[in-house]
């Protein structure tokens, strides 16, 4: 479930409190005291089995004799009775409850199970919604709503803070009351049996008063959900987030490098930067990030001016940005003529813009007109300090009207106490973001930088580029069903070089062994200088024993290398087994660089994939970076620049540079190898050799899920279905059907530009002469989870194959109803096309149970009309008097 029922949990009309007590100290009482100084309007009843009367209000004694179907009920009785009240609420029709009582992990007396679980049963049959159990509850200031233990209220804003842990709740909202902050809604999860952040976020991404949603996390339950809830929510408004726990999963231990160093905390930053989100390390950050998002202009470059009126300033500010990799704005020789014309010769002459401690407003009002006018800057950090020549409120009364206006990014720092405390107001009050120290300005600024990023990953058109090598999926998933069926847990090296030539990722000729002599005989059919390795299920990283020889020139450098060998793992590792050699080729590529690229499997995102330095020393390199699988190319170029990499690789002095497009496809095959295989649990490519002929994975190990071994976790994001393609003759050629892709950005914007006006009007009910950036990358940017957009491509090569056709349809979180939309290029109308895909997603929508779908046309639209009266619509007035309303009951 997700947003099902919750506008009865944060916007109830009625309220029942289970549990009411005058008893002081008890928690029955302080929920009664908190509903009833919140100024929640509505009817409030009380259930309390002993008394007909509570602090002098009637009293019920149990739900059923209750007068009228509470929207919301807040229990706060014992663990043991929770079930029980679950089920009589959902018989009475209540649908939202607040369980504040903990305990419920314990044992169910009554039957199997938890309390927990009985809870959940006895809520589903009536799809009862539960915030909670061990929660301090919620609150929506808007509506009046205090139902919570908090001590106090929430003051009315446009920030919504949701958190999973109830100290911090209350410690938050005390905090915040100091500081005058407001809250649209104030969440505790508690133990999240039911609602969770998924469903939060789906609900407050699209809740009017909600201008940014500020979440405290300290784990993640049902990771798709998450995802595909945290990237809508990111579209539509800033999500910031405070992730608990850095350290303490970091260094998870792993049988692979690729395990141990792709640790929680790094997966978690992954998932926040591949979903929009900002993460942020304190709490403090929490609400200055809400702050800068909320105010400031929007990001378009990274060139940051400061002007201050005190060298001291600019110097701290300039260090904090160096020291956490943000980018000074190198001032042209224009805009620096222009600052000497305005500015006294004692100004710095380079930025940061010293305009000295004695300047007057004017002086400030110049060189803030010629930074905001300059196009080498892309936002400007204001500073003052207080002097005694002129007040920081004059100064800020006489700035304040021209940094409004401004069309870049705008962030002040006053520093200072009760000097600039009426300045600091105002700049309040006009909407700009106000810090009091220029450490902390920086930071906001880098956190905008940050956010911009992300939410450029999320509209980013990738090139429309046809993959150089489609994967033998079927055979590939034989392989590792067969290596399963056989109990092993790490594949042997045939197998592996199978996998990595069904994906098409480049590796060297490779031989298992079981003796010296098939060594030898081995290495004299590979032909000589060759690689020696031990072979050994208990030994995964060979060279800690000396189990790898290399550049083996003859028949007796193989036999003693392969005699040492075994004796130095015979001192070493007494216990392993030794199974054998594996005999590979020699490479001679003195100049590729040594890579690492593998895969893990985090027990909540599932697949992770890591790329970075590699060789023996991997572990001792900060050079890597991990991202959640599937790629495109854009976001594995990403994986390769956050990785610190990408300057190394593109060559350097004598040394050439590696092509970009080969380590780009291998890194997505990778990364779809990972969404392919669930059975994968690691894999590690090191050393991945890079250098100007290309990619050649050397040395490889992949290690199955199995019994003791974990089991599989599906992807945190849904790859792109490959299943759901199909080819189909129509009007005399062959048509591709398939899902949309993130690379189809270009076919899309040229499908719409080709479209002729009247076909465009009749598609978005308005006359446009092109989609936005913006959009084109949102609708070829899907997630698979929610959304499906199938597209029909031209016969012809498939790099140069044109869109001539969509169907695009969106779910709702419960997947209940589905809305869709349809477009069919001039020339292929009234030619079948568009009936084809309309019966492929209504197809598509049924095999997952949606149970309605939806759609609107203009009244002018003939063609779109009948064709949904033929495919089984209802066909009825729309919402304005020149639409059609579509609509078909999926059975």
Same mark, same amino acid.
């Given at each position: 479930?997700?947003?099902?029922?919750?506008?009865?949990?944060?916007?109830?009309?009625?309220?029942?409190?289970?549990?009411?007590?005058?008893?002081?100290?008890?928690?029955?009482?302080?929920?009664?005291?908190?509903?009833?100084?919140?100024?929640?309007?509505?009817?409030?009843?009380?259930?309390?089995?002993?008394?007909?009367?509570?602090?002098?209000?009637?009293?019920?004694?149990?739900?059923?004799?209750?007068?009228?179907?509470?929207?919301?009920?807040?229990?706060?009785?014992?663990?043991?009775?929770?079930?029980?009240?679950?089920?009589?609420?959902?018989?009475?029709?209540?649908?939202?409850?607040?369980?504040?009582?903990?305990?419920?992990?314990?044992?169910?007396?009554?039957?199997?199970?938890?309390?927990?679980?009985?809870?959940?049963?006895?809520?589903?049959?009536?799809?009862?919604?539960?915030?909670?159990?061990?929660?301090?509850?919620?609150?929506?200031?808007?509506?009046?709503?205090?139902?919570?233990?908090?001590?106090?209220?929430?003051?009315?804003?446009?920030?919504?803070?949701?958190?999973?842990?109830?100290?911090?709740?209350?410690?938050?909202?005390?905090?915040?009351?100091?500081?005058?902050?407001?809250?649209?809604?104030?969440?505790?999860?508690?133990?999240?049996?039911?609602?969770?952040?998924?469903?939060?976020?789906?609900?407050?991404?699209?809740?009017?008063?909600?201008?940014?949603?500020?979440?405290?996390?300290?784990?993640?339950?049902?990771?798709?959900?998450?995802?595909?809830?945290?990237?809508?929510?990111?579209?539509?408004?800033?999500?910031?987030?405070?992730?608990?726990?850095?350290?303490?999963?970091?260094?998870?231990?792993?049988?692979?490098?690729?395990?141990?160093?792709?640790?929680?905390?790094?997966?978690?930053?992954?998932?926040?930067?591949?979903?929009?989100?900002?993460?942020?390390?304190?709490?403090?950050?929490?609400?200055?990030?809400?702050?800068?998002?909320?105010?400031?202009?929007?990001?378009?470059?990274?060139?940051?001016?400061?002007?201050?009126?005190?060298?001291?300033?600019?110097?701290?500010?300039?260090?904090? #940005?160096? =020291? $956490?990799?943000?980018?000074? !704005?190198? @001032?042209?020789?224009?805009?620096?003529?222009?600052?000497? +014309?305005? &500015? /006294?010769?004692?100004?710095?002459?380079?930025?940061?813009?010293?305009?000295?401690?004695?300047?007057?407003?004017?002086?400030?009002?110049?060189?803030?007109?010629?930074?905001?006018?300059?196009?080498?800057?892309?936002?400007?950090?204001?500073?003052?300090?207080?002097?005694?020549?002129?007040?920081?409120?004059?100064?800020?009364?006489?700035?304040?009207?021209?940094?409004?206006?401004?069309?870049?990014?705008?962030?002040?720092?006053?520093?200072?106490?009760?000097?600039?405390?009426?300045?600091?107001?105002?700049?309040?009050?006009?909407?700009?973001?106000?810090?009091?120290?220029?450490?902390?300005?920086?930071?906001?600024?880098?956190? #905008?930088? =940050? $956010?911009?990023?992300?939410? !450029?990953? @999320?509209?980013?058109?990738?090139?429309?580029?046809?993959? +150089?090598? &489609? /994967?033998?999926?079927?055979?590939?998933?034989?392989?590792?069903?067969?290596?399963?069926?056989?109990?092993?847990?790490?594949?042997?090296?045939?197998?592996?070089?199978?996998?990595?030539?069904?994906?098409?990722?480049?590796?060297?000729?490779?031989?298992?062994?079981?003796?010296?002599?098939?060594?030898?005989?081995?290495?004299?059919?590979?032909?000589?200088?060759?690689?020696?390795?031990?072979?050994?299920?208990?030994?995964?990283?060979?060279?800690?024993?000396?189990?790898?020889?290399?550049?083996?020139?003859?028949?007796?450098?193989?036999?003693?290398?392969?005699?040492?060998?075994?004796?130095?793992?015979?001192?070493?590792?007494?216990?392993?087994?030794?199974?054998?050699?594996?005999?590979?080729?020699?490479?001679?590529?003195?100049?590729?660089?040594?890579?690492?690229?593998?895969?893990?499997?985090?027990?909540?995102?599932?697949?992770?994939?890591?790329?970075?330095?590699?060789?023996?020393?991997?572990?001792?390199?900060?050079?890597?970076?991990?991202?959640?699988?599937?790629?495109?190319?854009?976001?594995?170029?990403?994986?390769?620049?956050?990785?610190?990499?990408?300057?190394?690789?593109?060559?350097?002095?004598?040394?050439?540079?590696?092509?970009?497009?080969?380590?780009?496809?291998?890194?997505?095959?990778?990364?779809?190898?990972?969404?392919?295989?669930?059975?994968?649990?690691?894999?590690?490519?090191?050393?991945?050799?890079?250098?100007?002929?290309?990619?050649?994975?050397?040395?490889?190990?992949?290690?199955?899920?199995?019994?003791?071994?974990?089991?599989?976790?599906?992807?945190?994001?849904?790859?792109?279905?490959?299943?759901?393609?199909?080819?189909?003759?129509?009007?005399?050629?062959?048509?591709?059907?398939?899902?949309?892709?993130?690379?189809?950005?270009?076919?899309?914007?040229?499908?719409?530009?080709?479209?002729?006006?009247?076909?465009?009007?009749?598609?978005?009910?308005?006359?446009?002469?092109?989609?936005?950036?913006?959009?084109?990358?949102?609708?070829?940017?899907?997630?698979?989870?929610?959304?499906?957009?199938?597209?029909?491509?031209?016969?012809?090569?498939?790099?140069?194959?044109?869109?001539?056709?969509?169907?695009?349809?969106?779910?709702?979180?419960?997947?209940?109803?589905?809305?869709?939309?349809?477009?069919?290029?001039?020339?292929?109308?009234?030619?079948?096309?568009?009936?084809?895909?309309?019966?492929?997603?209504?197809?598509?929508?049924?095999?997952?149970?949606?149970?309605?779908?939806?759609?609107?046309?203009?009244?002018?639209?003939?063609?779109?009309?009948?064709?949904?009266?033929?495919?089984?619509?209802?066909?009825?007035?729309?919402?304005?008097?020149?639409?059609?309303?579509?609509?078909?009951?999926?059975?």
């Amino acid at each position: 479930m997700s947003v099902r029922h919750l506008e009865a949990l944060f916007q109830p009309t009625s309220v029942a409190l289970i549990g009411a007590s005058d008893r002081p100290g008890s928690l029955g009482s302080v929920v009664l005291h908190n509903l009833q100084q919140g100024g929640f309007q509505g009817p409030l009843w009380l259930v309390n089995r002993r008394h007909s009367q509570v602090a002098g209000q009637p009293a019920w004694r149990d739900v059923a004799a209750l007068p009228q179907v509470p929207d919301l009920a807040v229990i706060c009785t014992p663990a043991h009775t929770v079930p029980g009240l679950i089920a009589e609420l959902g018989r009475k029709g209540t649908r939202a409850a607040i369980v504040m009582t903990a305990g419920l992990k314990q044992a169910n007396p009554d039957g199997p199970g938890t309390l927990e679980q009985a809870m959940l049963d006895a809520a589903r049959p009536t799809l009862l919604r539960i915030l909670g159990p061990n929660c301090i509850g919620a609150l929506v200031p808007g509506v009046g709503l205090n139902a919570s233990f908090a001590p106090g209220n929430a003051v009315p804003g446009q920030l919504a803070f949701v958190t999973q842990s109830g100290a911090l709740a209350t410690a938050m909202l005390d905090w915040a009351q100091a500081r005058g902050i407001g809250f649209s809604h104030f969440i505790s999860l508690g133990d999240s049996a039911d609602v969770d952040f998924g469903d939060v976020l789906d609900y407050l991404a699209s809740d009017g008063a909600t201008r940014a949603i500020l979440v405290y996390m300290e784990s993640a339950k049902a990771a798709r959900k998450f995802m595909s809830a945290a990237r809508a929510a990111s579209r539509n408004k800033p999500v910031i987030v405070v992730k608990a726990g850095r350290g303490a999963d970091g260094a998870r231990a792993a049988a692979s490098h690729t395990g141990a160093l792709a640790g929680a905390d790094v997966v978690f930053d992954a998932a926040f930067r591949r979903a929009g989100m900002l993460r942020v390390d304190t709490l403090e950050a929490l609400f200055d990030a809400a702050e800068t998002l909320a105010h400031a202009r929007p990001v378009v470059g990274e060139r940051l001016a400061i002007l201050t009126n005190g060298g001291g300033l600019g110097v701290l500010a300039a260090d904090a #940005l160096d =020291l $956490h990799g943000g980018q000074m !704005a190198s @001032l042209s020789p224009a805009t620096l003529a222009a600052l000497n +014309a305005c &500015l /006294p010769s004692t100004w710095s002459h380079g930025n940061p813009v010293d305009i000295v401690g004695d300047a007057p407003l004017q002086r400030y009002l110049d060189g803030l007109r010629v930074l905001l006018a300059a196009p080498e800057v892309d936002a400007v950090l204001f500073m003052h300090a207080p002097t005694a020549l002129v007040s920081a409120a004059d100064i800020a009364a006489g700035c304040l009207p021209l940094l409004a206006q401004a069309s870049k990014p705008v962030l002040t720092c006053w520093l200072g106490g009760a000097a600039v405390a009426a300045a600091r107001s105002a700049t309040t009050h006009a909407g700009l973001p106000c810090y009091d120290t220029p450490e902390r300005a920086v930071a906001a600024w880098l956190q #905008l930088v =940050l $956010h911009a990023r992300n939410q !450029a990953a @999320l509209r980013e058109l990738p090139a429309s580029t046809a993959q +150089a090598f &489609l /994967p033998l999926r079927e055979q590939a998933q034989a392989v590792v069903a067969q290596a399963a069926q056989a109990g092993q847990e790490w594949l042997d090296p045939a197998q592996v070089h199978s996998l990595l030539q069904l994906y098409g990722i480049p590796t060297q000729r490779s031989a298992r062994v079981h003796s010296v002599d098939e060594a030898l005989a081995c290495a004299a059919d590979i032909g000589y200088p060759v690689a020696l390795k031990i072979a050994s299920p208990q030994i995964v990283h060979k060279s800690d024993v000396g189990g790898v020889a290399l550049g083996l020139a003859s028949a007796d450098d193989l036999r003693q290398a392969a005699q040492a060998m075994l004796e130095r793992v015979a001192r070493l590792r007494p216990q392993a087994e030794v199974t054998g050699f594996t005999v590979q080729a020699m490479v001679a590529r003195p100049q590729a660089h040594e890579l690492i690229v593998g895969i893990s499997t985090d027990p909540v995102f599932g697949p992770v994939l890591l790329f970075g330095q590699g060789g023996t020393a991997v572990e001792l390199s900060q050079n890597h970076a991990v991202a959640l699988p599937p790629l495109n190319t854009a976001l594995a170029r990403d994986l390769v620049q956050r990785s610190g990499l990408a300057r190394l690789l593109a060559g350097y002095r004598e040394r050439p540079a590696v092509p970009e497009a080969a380590l780009l496809e291998t890194l997505r095959q990778v990364a779809q190898l990972a969404c392919d295989l669930p059975m994968l649990a690691e894999l590690d490519i090191n050393p991945l050799l890079a250098d100007a002929q290309g990619v050649l994975a050397l040395d490889v190990r992949i290690r199955l899920h199995g019994p003791g071994r974990g089991q599989p976790v599906a992807p945190a994001i849904r790859p792109y279905p490959q299943e759901l393609e199909q080819t189909v003759a129509l009007a005399g050629s062959t048509l591709l059907l398939r899902p949309i892709q993130p690379e189809d950005g270009e076919r899309l914007q040229a499908f719409y530009a080709q479209a002729s006006p009247a076909d465009m009007r009749l598609r978005f009910f308005l006359t446009r002469r092109e989609v936005p950036h913006s959009e084109l990358a949102r609708y070829s940017q899907i997630d698979y989870d929610r959304e499906m957009t199938f597209i029909a491509l031209s016969p012809g090569d498939p790099a140069h194959q044109t869109m001539v056709a969509e169907v695009r349809v969106v779910c709702d979180p419960d997947n209940q109803t589905a809305e869709f939309a349809l477009q069919v290029a001039s020339a292929w109308q009234c030619k079948g096309l568009g009936r084809l895909l309309l019966e492929k997603m209504l197809s598509y929508l049924r095999a997952r149970g949606t149970r309605e779908v939806v759609g609107q046309c203009l009244a002018q639209n003939l063609a779109m009309a009948s064709l949904a009266r033929q495919l089984g619509f209802s066909v009825l007035p729309g919402p304005s008097p020149d639409t059609l309303a579509l609509h078909q009951l999926l059975e």
